[in-house]
């Protein structure tokens, strides 16, 4: 049981830094496009690649979220991610002490 504490601990702790890491993505590519970056740079397209296909998504189903010029996608998907850090965290915790 020890063990497999453990591992679910492990595998809690990692989806946790991922999904943190992906949090700052997110905030790193919000306030990029916010600036006049030069596309082709390697960290830029890094960002697009790893974030615009999930602001593309949100934006096709929540068509409102693009109001007025100002695009609400990155705010939706960071709090959307924080939500999911949050849950799997309770979840996974609650997990280790039944597994305890």
Known sequence: ??????ILIGVAKT???L?????WAVIVAAVVSW???QTYHPAVRFLENITEPLFYRVRKA??????????FAPAVVYLAVELL????????????ASAA
Do not use: E, K
């Open 1 to 6: 049981m020890i063990l497999l504490s453990s």
């Open 19 to 23: 999904l943190l890491l992906y949090g």
């Open 35 to 37: 600036m006049n970056v």
């Open 62 to 71: 929540l068509p409102f979220v693009f109001y007025r010029g100002i695009d």
């Open 85 to 96: 850090r949050n849950i799997l965290s309770a979840v996974m915790l609650g997990l280790v």
């Open 15 to 17: 989806v946790d830094t």
